[in-house]
């Protein structure tokens, strides 16, 4: 079992920028691969960014490409995802989530293990 904790999510201006945090306890952190997505309101979950276990792998959805960077550091059990230049349509409960795999993945079918999600609200 591995166990996720988003915390970062706030309301933050057009333009602004946050930081969100995936803690992860509970098994091997590094053995998982890191995904994050998103929900916004009426709107299916959709990827977002995803890293390899070891980091050497990313993969941005390309809407946040340029503007949102995942990076992780094992030794913390920690995910993050930098988000700037921020647009009203990046509101959404943001989620991280782990599966046992070498490279990256997009689906939400290939992730085991999910965090409760955290808010970014976005305003103009």
């Known amino acids: 079992q591995v166990q996720l904790v988003e915390s970062g999510g706030g309301l933050v201006q057009a333009g602004g920028s946050l930081r969100l945090s995936c803690a992860a306890s509970g098994r091997t952190f590094s053995s998982y691969a890191m995904g994050w997505f998103r929900r916004a309101p009426g709107k299916e979950r959709e990827f977002v960014a995803a890293?390899?276990?070891?980091?050497?792998?990313?993969y941005n959805l390309e809407s946040v490409k340029g503007r949102f960077t995942i990076s992780r550091d094992n030794a913390k059990n920690t995910v993050w995802l930098q988000m700037n230049s921020l647009k009203r349509e990046d509101t959404a409960v943001y989620y991280c989530?782990?599966?046992?795999?070498?490279?990256?993945?997009?689906?939400?079918?290939?992730?085991?293990?999910w965090g409760q999600g955290t808010q970014v609200t976005v305003s103009s």
């Open positions: 890293i390899s276990w070891s980091g050497g792998m990313v």
């Open positions: 989530a782990a599966t046992y795999t070498s490279g990256v993945r997009t689906k939400t079918s290939e992730y085991d293990y």
